[in-house]
């Protein structure tokens, strides 16, 4: 059996995903059983999850997958850097993922194998010191430093942000993984709706706004689930930005070069998250650099959370081929799968102080709901079985 790995958010699952698995399975067999790392209940933009993750991995398995494993938090809030280790990283360890899919704009895996090559290369580490050297973004540093050694037209595919986490992601692919990339259709990252797809912030703020009916003509089934919003968790935010001390905002990841204090000043001065963000951004920081930082600070996290290597997989849903992939995993994973919550409890050191954070996560998480969720979720939801029935009917539920 051939086993695709992808690396998601599925916030939400949409029509553009879909498409992506039904692709990966032209390319590589209509037997090929689909592994995916999806990131939880905390999202690489520095906010909530449109819905929890258990309801987005069961959409993702009715969108055509087969497994969904979590990508934890340390590495799903983070940078494209970062994302893509931790997502690859999951896969790696499950022994079985022989090929990683992504989709891309450029549609060009050469394209994007040089350019990951440039990015590992001494001589992109000196040109790009020059650059930073300037004070200039690093964003801005990274793309011309790539530009002096490919080329403005090798370069152009780290200015889209799907090619540029694809980049992302063959840097970090281990020599026994193959990849294989896959066109985007329809909308741009952000963009509006083209050709039957939406992108996914498009139909976030739908879904936010109360347009069900407008967001569920792009989605691949009738909306499902509570809608989580940062505007519940607002207040709780701020307090938090207001009482951290600097020695605390200075262990965040990524507050280096003064940013900390600024957001701390930001913090103090703003009346809403959103101009927290306007405050604290620079040409020098991110708009969502600072985002990620003021996610880490409210959940109370920093880098000394974020363990070398991911310590342990967790399953959020699986299907019936699902199931004979976990059997195999069962032989062939280097690292602990954990398929009932509670088991996560008794794993000894990086690995229990992950669970138990991501158990905190999801505690916070439940304050981002209009009717909060009562605590512990994480340790009482087990993953969504989508298993056909001898009728050939659909059995869904939880174990």
Known sequence: ??????????????????????????ALGADTAVVCAMSGHWVQRGECAVTDKWTRAAM?????????????????CASAETFARGGVGVLSATGVVDTLSF????????????????????????????FLDQGLPFAVCRHRAAEVLLGAEGAACLENPNDNLGVEYLRALPPEMKALTVKRVGARHDGVPEEGV???????????????????????????????????????????LRTMSLAEAESLPDSGEGLAARL?????????????????????????????????????????DRPPEIPYLKVL???????????EMGKRAS????????????????????????????????LCFAAPWPGGMEWRTG?????????????EGTI
């Not at 976030?204 to 569920?216: D, I, S, V, Y």
């Not at 000043?265 to 930082?293: I, M, P």
């Not at 993953?383 to 059995?395: C, I, M, T």
Request: hydrophobic share 40%.
């Open 335 to 366: 690292l602990p799968v954990i398929t009932k919550p509670a088991h996560a409890k008794s794993l000894p050191g990086a690995g229990g102080r992950l669970a138990e954070l991501e158990a905190r996560c999801t505690d916070l998480y439940g």
């Open 60 to 76: 993702a398995l009715r969108g055509g997958a087969d497994l969904i494993l979590e990508l934890p938090t340390p590495w799903a």
């Open 264 to 304: 701390l000043a930001a913090g103090q001065q703003a009346g809403s998250l959103e101009e927290v963000y306007d405050l604290a951004k620079t040409k020098r920081y991110a708009h969502a650099r600072v985002r990620r930082l003021a996610a880490w600070a409210m959940l109370g996290l920093t880098s000394a």
């Open 383 to 395: 993953p969504v079985v989508l298993s056909k029935q001898k009728n050939d009917g659909e059995e």
């Open 1 to 26: 059996m051939n086993v695709a790995g992808i690396i998601a958010e599925y916030n939400p699952f949409h029509r553009g995903h879909a498409w992506q698995i039904d692709e990966t399975r032209r």
């Open 103 to 130: 989709g891309s704009e450029s549609g060009d895996l050469g394209v994007l194998k040089r350019a990951a090559e440039c990015l590992d290369s001494e001589d992109y580490r000196t040109a790009l010191r020059g």
């Open 198 to 240: 939406a992108s996914a912030s498009t139909l976030r703020g739908w879904l936010r706004q109360g347009k069900l009916a407008r967001a569920e003509a792009y989605l691949t089934e009738a909306w499902q689930g509570d809608i989580a919003s940062m505007e519940w968790c607002e207040r709780w935010a701020l307090a938090r």
């Open 317 to 327: 849903g699986f299907t019936d081929r699902g199931r004979e992939v976990l059997r």
